[in-house]
C-alpha cells in the first residue's frame, strides 16, 4: 500500500491505495467517483478521460500512486445539476448524448481541447475527440455540440 | 484487475540503476504505461516491481544543439517531442510520425524510448528514427554502453535490452537534420490505430533514405538511395527487403501491395518539399 494526497475537483483526499491499482480504480471504487468510466481499460476507448495536472490523460493507462500530489479534474467537477458547463449544455441542447457511457470522457476531452485551441476547426475537433468512441451517435452531434461552444465567445468550457 | 506489484519510484538515476542492478530480472520499467500496463492486464507480464522513470531529473531531458544534435530521455513523452521547436524546425519527420502515434492523450503518457524498447514491428518512432541513423544510450549501475538503433532492436519485441538496464536517451545526429520527409501509414480506420503497414522517406541534397515498418520481424531500414533512384528500383530493394506475413490485421500480399504505394507517393512528396538539407 502507498499513502496518496490528492487533489480531486478542488477537495483533497488522503489514502493507502494498492500499488497496482489504476487511478481509473481509485476514482470509482475508493472514492466513489464513478462519472469517470472504464470500457476497454487498454487506452482504446477514451471513457475514462480525466484532466491530471492540466493535461488530459486516460485513467486506466495512470497508477493510482503516481498522482500522488496531483490535481486532477474528472467530470464531478465540471458544471453542476442546476448549473451546467458551456460544453455539457451544448451536449444537451445538441442531442449528443445517448447511452451516455462515452459522454463523460468525451466532455473532458472537449474540456481539455478548448482549452489548448479555443476555436478549433471542424477538423481541429475531429483529431482531437479521435481518442474517444462513441457507439451511438456516429460523432456528427457530438461535434456540432463542440463547434457551438467553440463559436461562442466567453465559453466557460 | 491488474496483477499484483510494487510501485517503486526512484528519486535519482543512481538510486534507479541500484535497484535494477538487484532487482532488474524482476523489475519492468515504467514511464507512460501505455504497453506495460496492456500487457499487465492482459497476463503477458508479471513482473514484481513497477519501476517509475519519471521523478529522475536527467530522463526528463529533451536538448538540442547544432552540433549535438537531438536528444531524447527516457521520460520524454510523445507530445513533448512532436511539440519541440527544433523538431518541429530540423527533425520534422519526428513530427509528422509522432503524430500518428495513437492519441493526443495517449501521446501525454507514451514516451518516444518506450516505443523504441518495446520494438514492436509497428512502432510508430523506430523507423523514422532509423532514417535518421538514432543511436540509443544503455545505463546501468556498472557503466554505459551506446550503439545504433539498428543494432539495438533484434526481432519482434525483442531489443539487446539487459535486465539491469535502461534506455537512458536516444540521440539523433545532425546528418540528416532538415531533411525533407514524410509517413504513410495503412491504418483499418480513420482514427487511431496500429499501424498495417508504414513507410517513411527522408531526402538530403545527396541522398534518400526508406524505412518500412510492420512488414518484417524488425522495422527495416532500406540502404542509401542516389536522389534520382528511379521509383521501380527503390520498390524492388524495398520487396526484397521486407518478409511481411497475415495477421489479423491483414494480409502479406496487401503489405506488399501497400508499400508499393507508398512508396510511390512518399516519393512525389519528397521531390515536391523545399529545403532539403
Same mark, same amino acid.
Given at each position: ?8 475537483? =478542488? ?20 472514492? =466513489? ?9 487498454? =487506452? ?29 479534474? !474528472? ?41 489548448? !485551441? ?33 463559436? !461562442? ?5 | 484487475?491488474?496483477? #499484483? ?35 499487465? %492486464? ?37 507530445? %513533448? ?9 530540423? *527533425?520534422?519527420i519526428l513530427e509528422i510520425a509522432g503524430r500518428e502515434l495513437a492519441t493526443f492523450q495517449l501521446r501525454n503518457r507514451a514516451t518516444v524510448i518506450g516505443n523504441i524498447v518495446t520494438a514492436s514491428p509497428c512502432g510508430d518512432m523506430s523507423s ?8 540509443? #544510450? ?12 539498428? #543494432? ?30 514524410? *509517413? ?64 489479423? %490485421?491483414?494480409?502479406?500480399? *496487401?503489405? %506488399?501491395?501497400?508499400?508499393?504505394i507508398y512508396i510511390r507517393r512518399l516519393l512525389e512528396e519528397v521531390q515536391h518539399e523545399r529545403g532539403a538539407a
Amino acid at each position: 500500500m502507498k499513502s496518496v494526497k490528492v487533489t480531486i475537483n =478542488g477537495r483533497l483526499y488522503e489514502r493507502e491505495v494498492a500499488e497496482h491499482k489504476t487511478l481509473l480504480r481509485f476514482l470509482r471504487d475508493d472514492l =466513489g467517483l464513478t462519472g469517470t468510466k472504464e470500457g476497454c481499460g487498454a =487506452g482504446e476507448c477514451g471513457a475514462c478521460m480525466i484532466i491530471m495536472n492540466g493535461v488530459s490523460v486516460n485513467s486506466c493507462m495512470v497508477l493510482a500512486a503516481e498522482a500522488n500530489g496531483a490535481e486532477i479534474e !474528472t467530470v464531478e467537477g465540471v458544471g453542476t445539476n442546476d448549473e451546467l458547463s458551456a460544453l455539457q449544455d451544448s451536449f444537451h441542447r445538441h442531442h449528443a448524448v445517448q447511452c451516455g457511457f462515452c459522454t463523460p470522457g468525451m466532455i473532458m476531452t472537449a474540456t481539455d481541447l478548448l482549452r489548448r !485551441t479555443p476555436h478549433p476547426s471542424r477538423e481541429e475537433i475531429k483529431d482531437g475527440i479521435e481518442g474517444n468512441f462513441c457507439r451511438c451517435t456516429g460523432y456528427e452531434q457530438i461535434i456540432e455540440a463542440i463547434e457551438d461552444v467553440a463559436g !461562442t465567445e466567453d465559453s466557460h468550457a | 484487475m491488474l496483477h #499484483e506489484f510494487s510501485y517503486i519510484e526512484p528519486g535519482s538515476l543512481s538510486e534507479l540503476l541500484e535497484f535494477l542492478a538487484k532487482y532488474g530480472p524482476e523489475s519492468a520499467v515504467f514511464s507512460g504505461g501505455t504497453d506495460l500496463l496492456i500487457s499487465i %492486464r492482459a497476463g503477458l507480464e508479471k513482473p514484481v516491481y513497477v519501476v517509475d522513470l519519471k521523478k529522475v531529473p536527467e530522463l526528463q531531458e529533451l536538448n538540442f544543439g547544432s552540433k549535438s544534435g537531438l536528444s531524447i530521455g527516457a521520460a520524454v513523452n510523445v507530445n %513533448r517531442v512532436v511539440e519541440h521547436e527544433a523538431v518541429q524546425s530540423h *527533425y520534422r519527420i519526428l513530427e509528422i510520425a509522432g503524430r500518428e502515434l495513437a492519441t493526443f492523450q495517449l501521446r501525454n503518457r507514451a514516451t518516444v524510448i518506450g516505443n523504441i524498447v518495446t520494438a514492436s514491428p509497428c512502432g510508430d518512432m523506430s523507423s523514422p528514427l532509423l532514417c535518421l541513423d538514432a543511436e540509443v #544510450e544503455l545505463l546501468s549501475a556498472s557503466g554505459s554502453r551506446s550503439m545504433l538503433l539498428k #543494432e539495438f532492436i533484434t526481432g519482434v519485441k525483442k531489443t539487446q535490452i539487459k535486465p539491469e538496464e535502461i534506455v537512458s536517451k536516444i540521440t539523433v545526429p545532425t546528418t540528416f537534420m532538415d531533411a525533407a520527409g514524410g *509517413y504513410e501509414k495503412l491504418k483499418r480506420i480513420k482514427g487511431h490505430d496500429l499501424g498495417v503497414v508504414a513507410v517513411t522517406m527522408i531526402k538530403t541534397k545527396k541522398t534518400m533514405r526508406v524505412a518500412v515498418s510492420s512488414a518484417a520481424p524488425t522495422p527495416v531500414l532500406l540502404p542509401d538511395f542516389v536522389l534520382d533512384t528511379p521509383v521501380a528500383e527503390i520498390q524492388k530493394v524495398a520487396q526484397a527487403a521486407i518478409s511481411p506475413i497475415d495477421d489479423v %490485421r491483414c494480409t502479406k500480399e *496487401y503489405r %506488399r501491395f501497400m508499400v508499393d504505394i507508398y512508396i510511390r507517393r512518399l516519393l512525389e512528396e519528397v521531390q515536391h518539399e523545399r529545403g532539403a538539407a
